[in-house]
């Protein structure tokens, strides 16, 4: 075997003269069999007339069923974990009746796994304080509200007006028709326009406002045009958000005051911010990893990792409201785009499956059968429905090995050595002026 590059390798394989010659036999009766030529029945013409009109359909039968079995042959004498599909060249019928090609294929990479224990990362214990709590309070009397109708008036500030929007122009096509949006005036996620031209309006009136959307817009046909709208108020109506008292906290839950739901809402957060933090600090742990280690990996391995980035950033924009199917997608330019990130996350990969192997981590039939029953319950759907349908698409493969990932970053991560994260000046809150301080106003 010899090494092209990186896990690329060349294989030089020779097939017996008596191997061919006996596939090369088999294949003649298979093609007689099915062929009809003039003057014969079929399966009755003479193996030399065969052979003078159909010499390379049957060469490339007897080869069809030789190569794989060859290759494999190579593979199993020289231990080779192969990923990519075998590019067959340079096919040569010598006098003697052996046949010779090339094959290139890419291996799996060997390396040897560095230190991974130890691995210093910036971590520290989230804290909760009652402000966060307070503010997770009023997320939730939001989520709670209810908008009250109100006599008819001019609208102001703080207003919340049912309106019906309608594009004038500014937009190609159809025109754009919304029935009952509501628009807070002055409110934070509010276009100024449409809080300039609802002021004052009264229910009934129409009013128009030219909006200019970002490039970034998540709404394709929006995104970077200014559009007129005709803009018919229906309704003003105000939010009234529930009183913050015990029946509150009751109706969130099994809670009999505010004292055990803030607790409830600490532990929460607490949880949520721990989450988060891990998760950066066993990213930071794969980063440094990955920086540590020093070996090629599969261009086929990097294709598929491409396409997997691809693919969730479509699949985000589709959520968005895009129309994916309608993006002109160049793949040459993905893959240059994208290859360096992608060959870092099969390094990663790669040097996980080193640990969980030498660490002996595996996933467990309990792991894969509560992860199943969640789904179940998620999906409202029969358990062995849905490890009959996992096992068919591969998906119960991936979870075993998602499972198999998350452990191994834990053993990681409980083994790294944690050190207090920087805090950038910017974060460090300012301190106020104390009594000795000259004032400058």
């Known amino acids: 075997m010899a ?3 990186g896990c690329r390798h060349r294989l030089e394989i ?5 191997a ?44 069809d069923k030789l190569i794989p079995e060859y290759l494999k042959q190579a593979y199993d004498r020289q231990n080779l974990q192969v990923v990519s599909r075998p590019e067959v060249k340079d096919l040569e019928y010598k006098e003697s009746g052996e046949v010779c090609f090339k094959a290139e294929l890419e291996v799996a990479p060997e390396f040897e796994l560095g230190t991974y224990r130890g691995v210093e990362v910036a971590y520290a214990e989230p804290q909760v304080s009652e402000d966060d709590i307070s503010a997770r309070i009023e997320q939730l009397r939001e989520s709670k509200a209810e908008f009250v ?34 628009i807070e005036i002055g409110g ?26 970002p490039e970034d817009y998540a709404a394709e046909r929006l995104a970077g045009k200014t559009v007129r709208f005709l803009i018919h108020l229906k309704q003003i109506r105000l939010k009234e958000l529930p009183e913050l008292n015990e029946e509150f906290a009751k109706d969130l839950g099994d809670f009999q005051n505010l004292d055990e739901l803030r607790a409830e809402l600490r532990k929460s957060i607490f949880q949520e911010r721990e989450s988060a933090a891990q998760s950066e ?13 020093d070996f090629p990996v599969p261009e086929v391995y990097v294709d598929q990792q491409v396409q997997s980035i691809v693919e969730g950033q479509l699949r985000s924009l589709a959520a968005q409201g895009v129309d994916v ?9 993905l893959r240059q785009a994208q290859a360096a990130r992608a060959r870092r996350d099969v390094m990663a990969s790669l040097i996980l499956e080193k640990v969980a192997a030498a660490e002996s981590i595996f996933t467990t039939q309990e792991e894969v059968d509560s992860e199943l029953s969640r789904i179940s319950r998620q999906q409202r759907e029969p358990i062995a429905a849905v490890r009959m349908r996992f096992e068919k698409d591969g998906t119960l493969a991936r979870i075993a090995s998602r499972i198999r990932t998350e452990k191994t970053l834990g053993y990681l991560f409980e083994r790294a050595v944690k050190t207090a994260p920087v805090v950038e000046p910017s974060q460090i809150p300012a301190v106020e002026a104390s009594q000795t301080d000259v004032p400058t106003s």
């Open 3 to 5: 090494l092209v590059e």
């Open 14 to 18: 020779t097939i017996p003269a008596a």
């Open 20 to 63: 061919f010659q006996a596939e090369t036999a088999i294949a003649l009766e298979k093609v007689r069999q099915k062929v009809h030529l003039k003057g014969f029945r079929p399966g009755k013409a003479p193996a030399a007339i065969i052979r003078q009109h159909y010499m390379g359909e049957i060469r490339q039968e007897a080869l």
């Open 149 to 182: 109708n109100i006599d008819p008036r001019p609208a102001q500030e703080g207003d919340y007006c049912l309106v019906t929007l309608e594009s004038i122009s500014g937009l190609e096509g159809e025109p754009m028709k919304q029935d009952d949006i509501n």
């Open 188 to 213: 934070k996620g509010t276009f100024e326009a449409f809080t300039q031209a609802l002021s004052g309006a009264q229910p009934g009136e129409s009013r128009e406002a030219d909006i200019t959307y």
């Open 281 to 293: 600090a066993k990213n930071a742990i794969i980063e440094k990893l990955v920086d540590a280690h």
């Open 325 to 333: 199917g309608k993006l002109k997608l160049n793949w040459n330019e």
